[in-house]
């Protein structure tokens, strides 16, 4: 990340989202005391840790609960235009993973919540036991390529008759169920419900939707020379990152860094097991206006 984002001393850089600090903290160090790093998240909790983590770095630093989707009227409120670096680490954070009230994962019984920001109304609970069979099985299989997505549906929708599903351990529990799996004697290292929650999550969060404002917004706030990294960790993500830099390397908008993304060695990998699916991508920002662009179109 270091060596593809190369941040300079006096430059301005996001980090989409902050989380705990961990990324912006490294980068802050590059930037100097001139420098400026400003962190965006939309979980107000998570922004507290990063503050404390950030709280004796040399340069300035500015946080604000927020969605990268609307990165343009976040700098205007900053008072910026233009950025030199741009990163987005897509993933969730640890803490988020782990805690059982969070109810973004399976490993600890908890209510089926999922949302990054905990003031919005959205939560997973309602997408499970609201939506259609045909409208989750659609849900499960484009956010998440699930390929049992239909029985998965049919299953969830018989089982919410009896009773609202409403725990994290009972959704799992049903997922397997449709499958015809134990989880606890499975082949696969893979949780059969691993699916079934990153598609819920996507859809509560609107990640797919925020991910594609980004890249939108991204080109008309980088400075010539301005790079962006994304660090996706999974293939609808990164699909999507691959699609949207090609695409603006094509208008003579990007370079892009790397051809094929960076992923973890198998010394991380064992060190971190979450880091085994992660892909950077990063781009650089060209001198060509973003209004030449537009006359191309």
Partial sequence: MLELLAPQ????????????????RILAERLGPEGHVIGIDADEANLLRAGEQLSDASCRVKLIQGNFSDLEELL??????RIDRILADLGLSSNQLDDPERGFSFQGDGPLD??????????????????????????LYFNAQERFSRRIAKEICRARRHARIRSTGKLAEVVASALHVDPESRRSKIHPATRTFLALRMAVNQEMESLRGLLAQAPRVLAAGGRIGVISFHSVEDREVKVD???????????????RPVVAGSEERQRNPR?????????ERTDQPWEARLETC
């Fill in 114 to 139: 999922m949302r990054m920001d905990r003031g919005q109304e959205l939560c997973a609970v309602e997408l499970v036991n609201r939506l259609g069979e045909r409208e989750l099985g659609d849900l």
């Fill in 76 to 81: 205007k409120g900053c008072g910026v235009e």
């Fill in 9 to 24: 001393r006096g430059q301005c850089l996001v980090d989409c989202t902050v989380g705990l600090g961990g990324h912006a």
């Fill in 275 to 283: 880091s085994r699916s992660a892909k950077l991508r990063v781009a």
């Fill in 245 to 259: 830099f090609r695409k603006r390397a094509q208008e003579g908008l990007y370079s892009i860094m790397n051809k």
